[in-house]
């Protein structure tokens, strides 16, 4: 006598039947022998009629080869146990997608390859959905202007999300009111209109406290009636100070969480967006006003101090002598001309390399150093190969380190000009720099010295990073101060 009543035991076609997921049997062939009853279900016939038909018939041909080549793995290899494959249903317009996940049973009594099969079409609608929600943040991130950025979001809203309209509303200038931003088309407000106020309805509880809002019927909300009598869903969702962002549908409980989350993420790319055109349009307006600055030192101001230093002049030729206040007077207006040359030379940054040329170093620094220093100064160069450069600004490096030796040392200094594997350096025979203050000295307006201008080594640095050089301050061979430029490019 068995434990159990065999003929009050379940028919197994009938347990299989409530299950969601649906179990077909293939021979090595693919045909199918035995459907379980939602097979039926999906595959759009009775599973009786499935028998000895190849399964294959019924995958949509984009995706066919794979689930065959999946299938013939597992068929021929005896490594393989079991496969999975996502698959599109075959049908005319049909958008259903299946999970198989096929296992080798022939060594049992069910003799052939168990296939379980599950409707995965909501899976896949979401990562679609995902995957073109990303992509609407990545045109964010690349949108010209705040205008742009509202209709990429109130687009990826309605034709994304799926939401029946939408609107992105901030407080207006008064203070009181929220003024709409950006709305969907067939919606019954319009950019500019100022439906309600800030603290009033849900758009005004959701914007006070920051936290998100789903109404499942609207029109039983404690909070105030829709702007139109056709709206029974809100999904409300805070931006921060800017504003709330608004969907709503005519149908009742149309939003979950999902529908938050994701409209959350996209008001939050859109916000970012934005921020980022505000501060490209803060550094543009910055950079319009420092190219007036560089302008207005560069020519208005040079203007009167030559006039003043010709005055000087005449008044030099009148008085017998030179007095040392006219000399003050002289050495101020030669500051004050180095100072412009020096920050209009700063203010370029990268057109620093523009013209780039080859240079002989040594050339440079031969025809700048009478320039620069008296007659009982010395300099050696121990360089002879061409680098390449901006002529101009090259000049300018040279000319500021030379000029910077001979204001720190004194008109006995002694320069050299070394050639290094990848680049050069000059060095002086002076005290040197503290290594505590060698990172200090390429600040603009660092100076230790009352005829510095404080911009000839910043300008240095500027030189060189717009070369694409590097710079470093050591100590020299003789203690001064050594300033080794590398990663230059030799022109021969």
């Known amino acids: 006598m068995t434990p159990f009543d065999t003929a009050a035991r379940p028919d197994p076609d009938a347990l299989l039947a409530q299950l969601e997921d649906a179990v077909v049997v293939l021979d090595d062939a693919g ?30 041909p984009r995706d066919r080869a794979a689930v065959l080549d999946a299938f013939e793995e597992l068929v021929t290899d005896p490594a393989t146990s079991s496969r999975r494959t996502e698959f599109r249903l075959l049908g005319e317009g049909t958008s259903v997608w299946l999970e198989a996940v096929t296992v080798d049973a022939t060594a049992s009594d069910v003799g052939g390859y168990v296939a379980t099969l599950r409707d995965v079409t909501e899976h896949r609608v979401r990562e679609r959905d995902l995957e073109r929600l990303h992509d609407s943040t990545n045109h964010l991130y690349a949108a010209e202007s705040v205008e742009e950025s509202y209709r990429i979001a109130i687009d990826a809203a309605v034709s994304i999300l799926g939401f029946d309209w939408c609107t992105l509303a901030t407080p207006a200038d008064d203070g009181e009111t929220f003024e709409i931003a950006a709305i969907s088309e067939h919606a019954p407000l319009e950019v500019g209109d100022r439906p309600f106020g800030l603290d009033e309805g849900v758009a005004g509880h959701v914007y006070q406290t920051g936290t998100a809002s789903v109404v499942d019927d609207a029109r039983g909300s404690s ?4 702007v139109d009598p056709a709206i029974r869903s809100a999904l409300t969702v805070p931006v921060g100070d800017w504003g709330v962002f608004q969907a709503v549908t005519t149908t009742r409980s149309a939003f979950d969480d999902r529908d938050r989350n994701r409209a959350q993420l996209l008001v939050t790319a859109m916000v970012t967006a934005i921020d980022r ?22 020519h208005d101001l040079r203007t009167p101090l030559t006039t003043a230093a010709g005055y000087l002049e005449l008044m030099v030729d009148d008085i017998d002598g030179s007095p040392a206040e006219i000399a003050h007077v002289r050495d101020a ?17 990268d057109d620093l390399a523009r013209d780039r040329t080859a240079i002989s170093v040594a050339s440079v620094a031969g025809h700048t150093w009478s ?8 300099l050696s160069i121990e360089m002879t190969r061409l680098l390449e450069a901006d002529r101009t600004c090259f000049r300018q490096l040279v ?5 910077n030796a001979v204001t720190h040392v004194g008109d006995d200094v002694s320069v050299r000009v070394e050639e290094l594997e990848r ?5 002086d025979d002076g005290p040197g720099i503290p290594p505590d203050a060698r990172d200090d000295v390429f600040e603009p307006g660092h100076t ?5 201008t404080g911009l000839g080594l910043a300008i240095v640095a500027e030189i060189v990073s717009a070369h694409g050089w590097e710079i470093a301050v050591t100590e020299g061979s003789a203690g001064g101060a050594r300033f080794e430029i590398t990663g230059v490019d030799f022109a021969d």
Not at 39 to 47: D, E, I, N, Q, V
Not at 280 to 288: A, G, K, P, T, V
Not at 371 to 378: I, Q
Not at 423 to 427: K, L, N, Q
């Open 333 to 349: 207006h030669e500051q004050m001309e180095a100072m412009i040359d020096q920050l209009s030379t700063w203010a370029r940054g």
């Open 277 to 298: 055109i505000e501060r490209r349009r803060d550094l543009e307006r910055q950079n319009e006003r420092l190219d007036q600055f560089v302008r207005y030192v560069s």
């Open 371 to 378: 320039s620069v220093a008296p007659e009982s100064a010395s």
């Open 31 to 60: 045909r199918i022998s035995y459907a379980s009853p939602p097979a039926g279900r999906f595959l759009g016939a009775p599973s009786e009629a499935l028998v000895g038909v190849r399964a294959f018939e019924y995958v949509d």
């Open 448 to 452: 230790c010295s009352e005829a510095g």
């Open 223 to 226: 909070r105030g009636k829709p």
């Open 399 to 403: 000319e500021n380190l030379l000029r």
């Open 423 to 427: 680049g050069f350096a000059i060095e």
